[in-house]
Each structure stands twice: as structure tokens, then as C-alpha cells.
């Protein structure tokens, strides 16, 4: 049950409906006491149209950690800060900027994953790199929306060839 308080045909409804469709039957009472059902029944649909927010923890910093494998995995879910949705939870996804130039939004969005590797061709001078990632959050309803967080990333073992430059940072 919502309450709804209005004068003549406004009448605002107060509080939220969960997503679906409700049946709404009119109950009317005045000033004086005087209380009917309105015989006017109609459904309404709600959906959720409103993209999630997502908060990223920017700058973290990681170094290549596997010399067999000169890589290092990091998910989605490190970068989060506390995104939400008013309908829900959230799913986190992530693709590096440099992986997606020239694509549109939704070959972008369609290219992330729930966790990434990055490896030696990451960082172009075999030392050190920052790199600009796309965090996504994504609700039940499919709707998605993304922030950027810098990566710093490490090559502390020389497993990467160096292309110039210098080990001391």
C-alpha cells in the first residue's frame, strides 16, 4: 500500500514501486469522511532506465609479478570504491583505454571483462607505465556506466626488455 495525497485530478504518489508491473485500484476519501473505492483500475509498468554509479579507486600501482610469465592479473572488483544502483547490486568489468581507441561505447563496454592481464606490451619502454583504465559497473537491467582509474605498472624483475629509460623511478 502507497499513500497518495493530491488536490482535484493531481495526485502524487509517494515512496517507489519495485520494477514490474502493480495494479492500482483508487481509494478516495475527503474531508468529511466520505470514503469510495474508485472504480478506475489501471497497471503501470516500472523500469529501470537509470545507470548505475561507479566510483573507482584511482592511481593504484602493481608491478609484473610472474617472471615465468612476465604478467599480472588484476580484477575489476580491485578498483571499486563503493559503486551502486537504486535497484541493486552491482557487476564490475574493466578494459585498458589503449584496448578500446576507436571503438563506440558499446563495442567498448562489450570488450571488458571481470578481470584483465596485463603483461610486458603494457609497458612500451620495459620499465614503468601509467595506464588509464575503464572500470565499468553494470546493474541487473543491463544498464552500465564507467569511470577511469590510472594503473602504475611495474617492471621491478626485468622481465620486460627495456626500450630506453631507467630502472630507478
Not at 28 to 40: F, K, L, M, P, R
Not at 109 to 130: H, K, P, Q
Request: aromatic share 10%; hydrophobic share 35%.
Amino acid at each position: 500500500v502507497i499513500d497518495a495525497e493530491g488536490e482535484g485530478s493531481s495526485i502524487t504518489l509517494q515512496g517507489g514501486f519495485p520494477l514490474g508491473t502493480h495494479r492500482i485500484i483508487w481509494i478516495v476519501s475527503d474531508g468529511c469522511g466520505n470514503v469510495t473505492t474508485e472504480a478506475c483500475v489501471f497497471e503501470i509498468t516500472t523500469d529501470d532506465n537509470k545507470a548505475p554509479t561507479p566510483y573507482c579507486y584511482d592511481g593504484l600501482s602493481t608491478a609484473i609479478m610472474q617472471p615465468d610469465a612476465c604478467m599480472v592479473e588484476l580484477w575489476a572488483t580491485d578498483f571499486d570504491a563503493g559503486s551502486f544502483d537504486d535497484c541493486g547490486g552491482v557487476t564490475m568489468t574493466m578494459v585498458p583505454e589503449i584496448d578500446v581507441e576507436g571503438m563506440d561505447a558499446e563495442e567498448a563496454y562489450n570488450a571488458s571483462a571481470d578481470s584483465w592481464a596485463f603483461d610486458c606490451s603494457y609497458i612500451e619502454n620495459g620499465v614503468t607505465a601509467v595506464i588509464e583504465v575503464r572500470i565499468y559497473a553494470t546493474d541487473g537491467s543491463g544498464n552500465y556506466d564507467y569511470c577511469v582509474a590510472s594503473l602504475r605498472l611495474d617492471d621491478n624483475f626485468d622481465c620486460c626488455e627495456d626500450q630506453g629509460g631507467s630502472k630507478e623511478i
